[in-house]
């Protein structure tokens, strides 16, 4: 985390009723960076999806979907 908030991704709050406790806020610079691991990662994975069948795609959707069901 501290490596985090030294690059200005992520700034560190008090909590006013409890200091023992810290929240944790994403930065304008933090937010414009995760903003590009998404594009890049939504690229990454769109380019890999172009090699599947249109049947693979639809397997691959429902294993994620049954997978996002079993983890919640």
Request: charged share 30%; net charge negative; no cysteine.
């Amino acid at each position: 985390m501290d490596a985090l908030v030294n690059r200005n991704l992520v700034k560190r709050l008090t909590d006013a009723e409890d200091r023992r406790h810290i929240r944790l806020s994403l930065t304008d610079d933090g937010g414009r960076a995760l903003s590009e691991i998404y594009a890049e990662t939504e690229s990454w994975l769109a380019a890999r999806f172009q090699s599947l069948t249109p049947e693979q795609t639809a397997q691959v959707i429902e294993a994620l979907s049954r997978l996002r069901i079993a983890f919640n």
